[in-house]
Nanobody, 124 residues
Framework: QGQLVESGGGLVQAGGSLKLSCAASEDTFSGAMAWFRQASGQEREFVAA????????PYADTVKGRFTISRDNAKNTVYLQMNSLKPADTAVYYC??????????????????WGQGTQVTVSS
């Protein structure tokens, strides 16, 4: 199974920005990619997804207009630019992959490869 390595998390004040990165092997990066997050004591929730050709389905309502997902196919890396961060965005952020699938999904069960997660903490 492929590997995903996230980076870019950290502590930021409300209103600030962070950019998460997720590096993947070539095979793992061949399909749809997504970001999910999980706050303490809560279920994992969808944030954003992107197809191999850069098509993005609607973002989660909680991040719409503030977060942007993108991918660099030459670097096998997917990004999540997070602006206007709020304390409610505090969570562990996970990168997920659907190798060889062109179809994005907001369901965690649709993805079979996951990163280890990176902590994002937004202080008020």
């Amino acid at each position: 199974q492929g590997q995903l390595v996230e980076s870019g998390g950290g502590l930021v004040q409300a209103g600030g920005s962070l950019k998460l990165s997720c590096a993947a092997s070539e095979d793992t990066f061949s399909g749809a990619m997504a970001w999910f997050r999980q706050a303490s004591g809560q279920e994992r929730e969808f944030v954003a997804a992107i197809s191999p050709t850069g098509i993005t389905p609607p973002y989660a309502d909680t991040v719409k207009g503030r977060f942007t997902i993108s991918r660099d196919n030459a670097k096998n890396t997917v990004y999540l630019q997070m602006n206007s961060l709020k304390p409610a965005d505090t969570a562990v952020y996970y990168c997920a992959a659907r190798p060889y699938s062109r179809i994005t999904s907001s369901l965690p069960t649709a993805y079979n490869t996951w990163g280890q997660g990176t902590q994002v903490t937004v202080s008020s």
